[in-house]
Structures are given as C-alpha cells and as structure tokens.
C-alpha cells in the first residue's frame, strides 16, 4: 500500500455521485464516465465519492461497486479525489471492500455508521477502528442518524481521531448545527469537517468546516464552490450566495435522495433517470418542482447552450 495521503488533498467540494443505470436497472458505466468528468470539468468538484448512499450503494453487488470505482478512477483520478464508499452494517464486509479498493488505488475511503443493526459507541469506535487499520489511505467516517438510526457522538468521534491516525475527517448529516460545533472544538488539529447536508454548509462552514459532501454539486457545484471561497474571504457576502441556492436544494430533497438528484441531472442531457428498486422515479408534481427549481437558476437553459455550441 502507498504512503499515506492527508484529507486536504480531497478538497472542499466533494459529490456524493449517483450510480447511472440504464432503463433495466443494470449499472451504466459508460454513462458513469461521462458524469464524472461532468462534475470535474464543469462542476468544479475537487473530489467524488463512489458509492455512496447517492449511489444507491445497499442495491449495487461488490462487483459493481468496485468496477464503478475503476471507471471513475480512470476518468478523474488523476485531477480529482476518488474516495470509495466501504462502508456496510457488516465490519468484515467493510474491511474486505476498504481493502478492494485500496489496492485499486482509490483515494480515501468512507465509512457510513452500520446501519439497522444500530451498535452501541463501544460498538462503532471497534467497528471504524478495524475496518481504518485495514488501509493507510485517509478514512472520512459518515455520521447521518437519519439513515442509519445511530449517532456517532462527539467522545466517540474524538476517540477514534486520537487513537486512529488515518480517521482523520467527518462527514456530519446529523442535522444538528450544535454537535457540529462541538465537534470541531473538540477534535485534534488537522481532522476536517465537511458537512453532509447541501441545506446546512454554511452554517457548518461558520464553526469550523472545511467543505461538503454534497448531492446538489452535481447540478450547481461551480455554485457551491463560489459561495464556499466567499465565504473564507468575505463571510459577509456568502449568505446571498447561499440564499439563492435555497431553492434548489430544497427541490432536491422533496423526496428520498437520490430520486430527485437523478432526474435534475437528466435534464442536463444525461439518460440516467432510472433507479433499482425499492427506489422509483418522482412524481409528476416532484419533477414539476425539480424543473422550476433549476429553471430559476437558468441552469436547464445554460446547459443546453453549452450543449448545443
């Protein structure tokens, strides 16, 4: 395994990709290709996980996962982060995907709290401590109890950053602003906070973050990018750019994710708008919504320019 390589080389923007399919449910890959060096090139993204939640990763086999990772490995990886999403509610499972993708030369490594088998904090530092000590790449751990019904608490957090060298970053979708604070205070200088909700980046920003694992970087990420570099220059100034993007966020959450995410990139020009069950498309009324959303940024009209030239 190679040398150790520190999380601020992922960079502040970082998107949670989608899986593209094909209307059959089968994994797109040539689609795949194409969307990540959409969300380099254009979206200005610094960084990209591979199967992730987004990515609709409880449905995808090993075998996908790990061949998406090839994909968009040799897409952008050699100008953006590669980090591979590991983690499962099985700490072997997690240890032999960190492992895969390891030595396939991914970029870090992202483990998600295990998810309905909810073990306790004794639990989750035994389980993120061996799944991180079967790599020397970087490990963001995912803490989101909204999909995984367990909190990783901040004395766990900080126990796993003092006590395991590669935990070294925090993707933080609790939804609570005050944990997040909490955290950054109390972890050890160097670990990164990236916030795990689009809605809350700035907020995540102000005490301490350094960036986020965003779904709306697919469609705005040059956006979220300009309103994060205002805000480390000029904080003042960041609020306006953040409130006009409110709305699509918004959109893109009016039902479970990656729903809507997927059909918002389809009308960039991408055929990706299909899901694995038990996922299904929006509703008539969701895409409505979705559709005005990006049509008030001007985002389906600027697209179709580039497009067209």
């Keep these: 395994m190679g040398a150790f390589r520190a999380p601020k080389e992922w960079g502040a923007l970082i998107t949670a ?38 990515g609709e990763s409880p449905t995808l086999t090993d075998k996908e996962k790990t061949q998406l990772l090839a994909t968009v490995l040799g897409a952008v990886g050699d100008r953006a982060a590669v980090i591979f999403g590991a983690g499962t509610y099985d700490t072997h499972h997690s240890t032999y995907l960190t ?33 991180a000590e079967a790599t020397d790449l970087p490990v963001m751990l995912y803490n989101i109890q909204g999909r995984t019904s367990v909190n990783i608490e901040t004395p766990t957090l900080v126990r796993l950053a003092e006590d395991v060298e590669n935990i070294c970053a925090v993707k933080e979708a609790s939804g609570n602003l005050a944990q997040a604070a909490e955290v950054a205070a109390s972890v050890p200088e160097g670990f990164r906070i990236y916030s795990g909700d689009d809605i809350l980046t700035l907020p995540i920003l102000s005490v301490g973050g350094i960036g986020v694992v965003s779904v709306a970087g697919h469609i ?15 904080p003042h100034l960041a609020a306006q750019k953040n409130k006009e993007l409110v709305p699509l966020i918004k959109a893109l959450f009016i039902t479970t994710n990656p729903i809507p995410v997927k059909y918002a990139v389809s009308l960039l020009g991408f055929d990706i708008a299909y899901y694995r069950s038990p996922m299904i498309p929006p509703t008539e009324e ?15 009209e600027a697209h179709a320019a580039v497009q067209g030239g």
Aim: glycine share 8%; aromatic share 8%; net charge negative.
């Design 17 to 54: 990709m989608v899986t593209p399919m094909h209307e059959d449910g089968s994994v797109n890959y040539e689609a795949a290709e194409k969307l990540a060096a959409f969300l380099v090139d254009e979206q200005k993204n610094t960084g990209i996980v591979v199967g992730g939640t987004t």
């Design 220 to 234: 705005v990420g040059a956006r979220i990018m300009e309103m994060m570099e205002t805000f480390f220059q000029a």
């Design 286 to 300: 969701q895409k409505r919504a979705i559709e005005k959303a990006m049509q008030s940024l001007g985002l389906i």
């Design 99 to 131: 492992k895969a993708a390891t030595e396939m030369g991914a970029h870090g490594i992202m483990l998600v709290s295990p998810y309905y088998n909810k073990p306790n904090q004794e639990g989750l530092y035994h389980h993120f401590r061996t799944v």
